[in-house]
T-cell receptor
Framework: AQSVTQLGSHVSVSEGALVLLRCNYS??????LFWYVQYPNQGLQLLLK??????LVKGINDFEAEFKKSETSFHLTKPSAHMSDAAEYFC?????????????FGQGTILTVHP | KAGVTQTPRYLIKTRGQQVTLSCSPISGHRSVSWYQQTPGQGLQFLFE???????NKGNFPGRFSGRQFSNSRSEMNVSTLELGDSALYLC?????????????FGPGTRLTVL
């Protein structure tokens, strides 16, 4: 079984400040991890994914995440927040040979960016 | 390449009715996954189809069903609608050959059950 926990349903930062969105996973086999962003009334867009090639993953719009097996974490960071980053962010996991096409999502974190 | 398209975008039904939602994947993608998104339960996996076969299924009642056609387009059907079925239904397509394949999401169909 696999699961994802996102700590903090709401995160608020000032424009230009560091963004840190937390994600912890549980998986009995090596996981593959994803971060998606969802803007209002839209579908989900991939920010980045961990495929076991490198533990530090860089994505679009200066987002990055680090896979830490010892902490079972895959936190998302961005050095400097922009107003356009305000959205809902989802961490997701898939693992195991029978999980094709199946992502298990966390509950989401709404990011608010203040001017 | 054109993205994933879903039709219709909005739908209003009454309890007891049935509904069919459609999803057209990115050209060349053979896998289509469906998800239900609600404020209370978040994003939940419904099922996945690959080359016209259901390969994975989530924990939803049998009222939720789907199918995939030879051109990879997919439909999902919900019969005997309940108020709790009100949700945003998202489909996503991918090549479907690797666990690490990126799933590309459509804009969703917002279903309201009255």
């Amino acid at each position: 079984a696999q699961s994802v926990t996102q700590l903090g349903s709401h995160v608020s930062v000032s424009e230009g400040a560091l963004v840190l969105l937390r994600c912890n996973y549980s998986s009995s086999v090596p996981p593959y991890l994803f971060w998606y962003v969802q803007y209002p009334n839209q579908g989900l867009q991939l920010l980045l994914k961990y495929t076991s090639a490198a533990t530090l993953v860089k994505g679009i719009n200066d987002f990055e995440a680090e896979f830490k097996k010892s902490e079972t974490s895959f936190h998302l960071t961005k050095p400097s927040a922009h107003m356009s980053d305000a959205a809902e962010y989802f961490c997701a996991v898939t693992s195991g040979g029978t999980s094709y096409g199946k992502l298990t999502f966390g509950q989401g974190t709404i990011l608010t960016v203040h001017p | 390449k054109a993205g994933v398209t879903q039709t219709p975008r909005y739908l209003i039904k009454t309890r007891g009715q049935q509904v069919t939602l459609s999803c057209s994947p990115i050209s060349g993608h053979r896998s289509v996954s469906w998800y239900q998104q609600t404020p209370g339960q978040g994003l939940q996996f419904l099922f996945e189809y690959f080359s016209e076969t259901q390969r994975n299924k989530g924990n939803f009642p049998g009222r939720f069903s789907g199918r995939q056609f030879s051109n990879s387009r997919s439909e999902m059907n919900v019969s005997t609608l309940e108020l709790g079925d009100s949700a945003l239904y998202l489909c996503a397509s991918s090549p479907g050959t690797l666990l690490t394949d990126t799933q590309y999401f459509g804009p969703g169909t917002r279903l309201t059950v009255l």
